[in-house]
C-alpha cells in the first residue's frame, strides 16, 4: 500500500471517530440535558409523575440502549407495546454500532497518529457540509426528524403511539432539537479544529 492510500485510509478512519465522538458524547451528555428539560417542559405534569420518577425511567431506557450486556427493555413506570420495543432494540443496535466505530476508530488513531500525514482540507468540507445540514434542520427540524428516521428505519415503528408506548410523553421534541444541535456543535468544532491543524 502507497503512503497516498494509507493517507486516504486514515482520513477515513479518522472521519468516522470524529463523527462517533460527537454522537457518544451527545448520548452521555442527554443524561443532563433531559434532567434539565423536566421542569421547562412541565413533563412532571404531562404525566403525573415525580422528578425522581421521571429520571428513573430516563435511566433505565439509556441502560437499555448502551449496556450490551441488557437485552430487556422494560420501564418501571411506562408500558411498552411490540412495535414501540423493537424500536427501542434498532436503536439499541446502532448504539452499539457507533460504540464499536468509536473504539476500533480511536484505538487505530491513536496508533497511526504519528506517522501519516492526513488531507486536513477533508474535514473543512465535511465541517461546511455539516453546517448546511444544520441550517436545514433548523429550518424545519419536523420535516429533519422525519428524514432522518426513515434513512435509519426500515420501518415505522419509530412513530410512537401515546396510549401505547407513553414514555414518548417524556421526550417532548426540544429535547430531541436539544440533542441534534449539542451533535452539531461538537462535530464542527472537532472538524474546524482537524482543518486548522498542520499535523494532527
Known sequence: MSNSQKDVLY?????????TTAI????????????????????????GMKYSTIMKNYAQMMDYLINPFN??????????????RLHFQDCKKLFLLNFSVFIVSGLLVAKFHKFRARFNRTFLWIGIGGI????????NFDEFFVVFHELLFRNSDWLFDPSKDPVINILPEEFFTQCFILFF????GLNFWKARLKRA
Do not use: C, R
Not at 482520513?11 to 463523527?19: E, K, M
Not at 427493555?73 to 414501540?84: E, K, P, T, V, Y
Not at 448546511?132 to 429550518?139: F, G, K, N, R, T
Open 11 to 19: 482520513t477515513i478512519v479518522l472521519a468516522f471517530f470524529l463523527l
Open 24 to 47: 457518544t458524547v451527545t448520548i452521555f451528555a442527554s443524561y443532563l440535558l433531559f434532567a434539565i428539560d423536566i421542569k421547562p417542559y412541565y413533563l412532571e405534569q404531562a404525566v
Open 71 to 84: 437485552w430487556h427493555f422494560q420501564l418501571s413506570d411506562f408500558a411498552s407495546s411490540s412495535a414501540g
Open 132 to 139: 448546511i445540514i444544520a441550517i436545514l434542520m433548523l429550518l
Open 185 to 188: 456543535i461538537v462535530f464542527e
